[in-house]
C-alpha cells in the first residue's frame, strides 16, 4: 500500500506543485479592491440576487441582459454581510476553478498523448494558466473563468465519451452544454460544435438505444 501511495505522489508530484503554485499566484492580489469595476460584474451580481429574491432592477435599469449561470455560483455569497469577504470569495472561486481548469488541461493532453511526456504536458499546461487574460480575470467577478472551466470540461467530457463510449459522458457533456448556455450567449458556437460531434459519434456506436436517446436529446436541445 506504501509503494502505491509513494507511485502515485511521484507520478502526480508536478501536478501537486503546479497546483499549489497557481494557487499561491492567482491568491496575492485578492486583497487589492473589493467593489465590481466593470459592468458586467454588477449584471452578474444582479442575477445572484434575484435568484435570492433581490430585485436589482435599479442596478441592471440601463444594461443588457446577464444569464443566470454564473449567477448561481454569485447567489450562494449574497447573503454575506460584508461586501469586502463577499467579493474575495468570489476571487477565491475563481481561483479554485484555475486550479480545476489545469488538472483538466493535464488529463486532455495525458489522454491525447497517451500519458506520454507527463512532466512536459505538466510544464505547459501551467505555462497556459499563465496567460494574463487568467490571471486578471481572476480578480474580477465576470463570469470569464467560469466559462473557460466549462469550455475546457467540455472538451475533457467529449474525449472520455470517444474513448471509453459511456453514457454518462454524454450526459455530463449535455448538462455542461446547458450551463455554457446559461451563463452566455457566445457560447451558442460551441455548443452547437459539440453537441454535432457528440450526436455523430453516438449515430456511430453500435447500441442503438444509446445511440437514439443521445440523438433523440441533442435534436431536442436544438429545437429548443
Given at each position: 500500500?506504501?509503494?502505491?501511495?509513494k507511485?502515485?505522489?511521484?507520478?502526480?508530484?508536478?501536478?501537486?506543485?503546479?497546483?499549489?503554485l497557481?494557487?499561491?499566484?492567482?491568491c496575492i492580489?485578492?486583497?487589492?479592491?473589493?467593489?465590481?469595476?466593470?459592468?458586467?460584474?454588477?449584471?452578474?451580481?444582479?442575477?445572484?440576487?434575484?435568484?435570492?429574491?433581490?430585485?436589482?432592477?435599479?442596478?441592471?435599469s440601463y444594461?443588457?441582459y446577464?444569464?443566470f449561470g454564473?449567477?448561481?455560483?454569485?447567489?450562494?455569497l449574497?447573503?454575506?454581510?460584508?461586501?469586502?469577504?463577499?467579493?474575495?470569495?468570489?476571487e477565491?472561486?475563481?481561483?479554485?476553478?484555475?486550479?480545476?481548469?489545469?488538472?483538466?488541461?493535464?488529463?486532455?493532453?495525458?489522454?491525447?498523448?497517451?500519458?506520454?511526456?507527463?512532466?512536459?504536458?505538466?510544464?505547459?499546461?501551467?505555462?497556459?494558466m499563465?496567460?494574463?487574460?487568467?490571471?486578471?480575470?481572476?480578480h474580477?467577478?465576470?463570469?470569464?473563468i467560469?466559462?473557460?472551466?466549462?469550455?475546457?470540461?467540455?472538451?475533457?467530457?467529449?474525449l472520455q465519451?470517444?474513448?471509453?463510449?459511456?453514457?454518462?459522458?454524454?450526459?455530463?457533456?449535455?448538462?455542461?452544454?446547458?450551463?455554457?448556455?446559461?451563463?452566455?450567449?457566445?457560447?451558442?458556437?460551441?455548443?452547437i460544435?459539440?453537441?454535432?460531434?457528440?450526436?455523430y459519434?453516438?449515430?456511430?456506436e453500435?447500441?442503438?438505444?444509446?445511440?437514439?436517446t443521445i440523438?433523440?436529446?441533442?435534436?431536442i436541445?436544438?429545437?429548443?
Open positions: 500500500m506504501t509503494d502505491k501511495i507511485k502515485y505522489i511521484d507520478e502526480k508530484k508536478y501536478t501537486m506543485f503546479f497546483s499549489l497557481l494557487i499561491v499566484i492567482n492580489g485578492i486583497q487589492r479592491r473589493y467593489l465590481p469595476w466593470f459592468t458586467d460584474e454588477f449584471g452578474y451580481w444582479a442575477s445572484g440576487a434575484l435568484l435570492r429574491g433581490y430585485n436589482w432592477n435599479n442596478v441592471m444594461s443588457g446577464y444569464g454564473y449567477g448561481i455560483i454569485l447567489s450562494l449574497i447573503s454575506i454581510p460584508s461586501i469586502k469577504i463577499r467579493y474575495y470569495c468570489a477565491i472561486i475563481n481561483v479554485i476553478l484555475i486550479v480545476f481548469i489545469y488538472l483538466l488541461l493535464n488529463s486532455i493532453f495525458n489522454i491525447i498523448t497517451e500519458n506520454k511526456r507527463k512532466k512536459l504536458i505538466a510544464v505547459i499546461c501551467v505555462v497556459s499563465l496567460y494574463p487574460y487568467i490571471i486578471v480575470y481572476t474580477t467577478t465576470q463570469a470569464e467560469f466559462i473557460t472551466f466549462l469550455y475546457v470540461w467540455s472538451i475533457y467530457l467529449l465519451y470517444y474513448k471509453n463510449k459511456r453514457c454518462k459522458y454524454a450526459m455530463l457533456l449535455l448538462v455542461c452544454s446547458f450551463m455554457m448556455f446559461s451563463v452566455h450567449l457566445r457560447t451558442l458556437v460551441a455548443i460544435s459539440l453537441l454535432l460531434t457528440l450526436a459519434i453516438a449515430f456511430s453500435k447500441n442503438r438505444k444509446i445511440s437514439i440523438v433523440s436529446i441533442v435534436i436541445l436544438f429545437l429548443v
